[in-house]
T-cell receptor, first 113, second 115 residues
Framework: GDSVTQMEGPVTLSEEAFLTINCTYT??????LFWYVQYPGEGLQLLLK?????DKGSNKGFEATYRKETTSFHLEKGSVQVSDSAVYFC????????????FGKGTHLIIQP | EAGVTQSPTHLIKTRGQQATLRCSPI?????VYWYQQALGLGLQFLLWYDEGEERNRGNFPPRFSGRQFPNYSSELNVNALELEDSALYLC??????????????FGPGTRLTVT
């Protein structure tokens, strides 16, 4: 079946540092890819998405590019802030959405001032 | 535009009891998904409803069930509660299959504690 692999962390960075969270996937079809963010005590918020190869999703300074050849969707941000501290989930959905979203285990990001 | 809402926020039950969780999707969304987020197990797909029908379920026993109402809101029922059912239950809604890019929008969750 489908799967998503991402570093679990915690990942600790200083404010204004460059962020990369790696995400790789295995899928039987041609999935759509997503990054979600979960702040403490809250549900998941959609951060960005990409639906086909070489698409770049971006939002709030975060970016990720759909790399079909390496089955990857790494999340990057040029300068992180304390408010970016959260858990980040990489996820995929096969066409049709029948199996829901397949999530990675989540990466806990801690930004220190 | 109102987001996905869930109730109750917290629910405490005793082993063997039944729990009922509720979800209202974003207006215009016909699909509702349920997920379990248990400590150490990550996010796992539970059930998918669309147009009032159960379309698919994840690897969970039959005591996890639910339904979708004509207004597309949904209910998750967990019967014969076990201690390991303690988790955050997340509901998500999306456009009908084929009408979007399969992105799902999540509610704040219901924290179920089984004692």
């Amino acid at each position: 079946g489908d799967s998503v692999t991402q570093m679990e962390g915690p990942v600790t960075l200083s404010e204004e540092a460059f962020l990369t969270i790696n995400c790789t996937y295995t899928a039987t079809g041609y999935p759509s890819l997503f990054w979600y963010v979960q702040y403490p005590g809250e549900g998941l918020q959609l951060l960005l998405k990409a639906t086909k190869a070489d698409d770049k999703g971006s939002n709030k300074g975060f970016e990720a590019t759909y790399r079909k050849e390496t089955t990857s969707f790494h999340l990057e941000k040029g300068s992180v802030q304390v408010s970016d501290s959260a858990v980040y989930f990489c996820a995929l959905s096969e066409i049709g959405g029948a199996d829901g979203l397949t999530f990675g285990k989540g990466t806990h990001l801690i930004i220190q001032p | 535009e109102a987001g996905v809402t869930q109730s109750p926020t917290h629910l405490i039950k005793t082993r063997g009891q039944q729990a009922t969780l509720r979800c209202s999707p974003i207006s215009g969304h016909t699909s509702v998904y349920w997920y379990q987020q248990a400590l150490g197990l990550g996010l796992q797909f539970l059930l998918w409803y669309d147009e009032g029908e159960e379309r698919n379920r994840g690897n969970f026993p039959p005591r996890f069930s639910g339904r979708q109402f004509p207004n597309y809101s949904s209910e998750l029922n967990v019967n014969a509660l076990e201690l390991e059912d303690s988790a955050l239950y997340l509901c998500a809604s999306s456009l009908a299959p084929g009408q979007g890019n399969y992105e799902q929008y999540f509610g704040p969750g219901t924290r179920l504690t089984v004692t």
